[in-house]
């Protein structure tokens, strides 16, 4: 089963836009895979709270990447 795990910062995505997302990379596993791969694609996209990432040790938050 191909498995995606996307994460995103929380509130940055709409319902639709996730929608979007989540099909898109269905489709660009089926082009990799082929149609066989669709019923079994999971696609999981994951919100991840501000000061959840951390880059070479640092903390990356909202006011760091210029979103407040």
């Excluded at 995606?4 to 489709?27: F, I, Q, S, Y």
């Excluded at 696609?43 to 938050?61: A, C, F, Q, R, S």
């Amino acid at each position: 089963m191909p498995f995606a795990n996307l994460k995103v910062p929380t509130g940055t995505l709409h319902p639709e836009t996730t929608k979007k997302l989540a099909d898109a990379v269905t489709e660009a596993i089926v082009d990799a895979y082929g149609e066989r791969a669709r019923a079994t694609t999971l696609v999981l996209i994951e919100e991840v709270p501000d000061g959840g990432w951390n880059l070479g040790g640092t903390v990356l938050n909202e006011a760091m990447l210029g979103r407040v």
